[in-house]
């Protein structure tokens, strides 16, 4: 199973700041089949990323994902109010795992 | 739109059995697999269960396998789990996911609202 590390836990940041969110894969994810979700309290997740890098129908650019191999990260440019939420990665190349979760609060 | 709506959440006790059923409009259902993701109290996403586009080929994760059955009926646009041998630990939000594609290796693009089961005496 590909186990997925989440760093940080929990990030704390202000309104347009950049957030950086790092997902590592304990093996190698195949065709770089990582995703990206963001998760707010009482919600269903929604879909930001697939294929590492390709932001989903009706994501703002202001959401970048990149890497590839074993290491994935999400940027967040310029911090609008409504990006404070849990964002979970999750690897489907190999069936499906999600990350623990990074927790980006309003500092 | 793409919709996803969960039913059949309930409290039940340890050993129980349990069927949930989520029902999707807006798109061709036939055309996509289908998975269950769920969510215990305070915690982060598990994925459950995934079921091809014509139901022929299912995949369970280990914590599940041998209680939890996934099924569709392609007539009725509806995806169901059927869960039995109930634990504590199974106690969780419990959505039904889109998959992207029709075999259940892609990501999952849609996502309904949720149903809460709870396994407690």
């Known amino acids: 199973e590909t186990v997925l590390t989440q760093s940080p836990g929990t990030l704390s940041l202000s309104p347009g700041d950049r957030a950086t969110l790092s997902c590592r894969a304990s093996?190698?994810?195949?065709?770089?089949?990582l995703a990206w979700y963001q998760q707010k309290p009482g919600q269903a997740p929604r879909l930001l990323i697939s294929g590492a890098s390709s932001r989903a129908t009706g994501i703002p650019s202001r959401f970048t994902g990149s890497g590839s191999g074993t290491d994935f990260t999400l940027t967040i440019n310029r911090l609008e109010p409504e990006d404070f939420a849990v964002y979970y990665c999750?690897?489907?190349?190999?069936?499906?795992?999600f990350g623990q979760g990074t927790r980006l609060d309003i500092k | 739109e793409v919709q996803l709506v969960e039913s059949g959440g309930v409290v039940v006790q340890p050993g129980g059995s349990l069927r949930l059923s989520c029902v999707a409009s807006g798109f061709t259902f036939d055309d996509y697999a289908m998975h269950w993701v769920r969510q215990a109290p305070g915690k982060g996403l598990e994925w459950v269960s995934l079921?091809?586009?014509?139901?022929?080929?299912?995949d369970y994760a280990d914590s599940v396998k041998g209680r939890f059955t996934i099924s569709r009926d392609n007539s009725k646009n509806s995806l169901f789990l059927q869960m039995n041998s109930l634990r504590p630990e199974d106690t969780a939000v419990y959505y039904c996911?889109?998959?992207?594609?029709?075999?259940?290796?892609?990501?999952?693009?849609?996502w309904g609202q949720g149903t809460l089961v709870t396994v407690s005496s």
């Open positions: 093996q190698s994810v195949s065709s770089n089949y």
């Open positions: 996911a889109r998959d992207m594609g029709d075999y259940g290796d892609q990501f999952f693009d849609h």
């Open positions: 079921i091809t586009w014509a139901g022929g080929r299912t």
């Open positions: 999750q690897q489907y190349g190999s069936s499906h795992t």
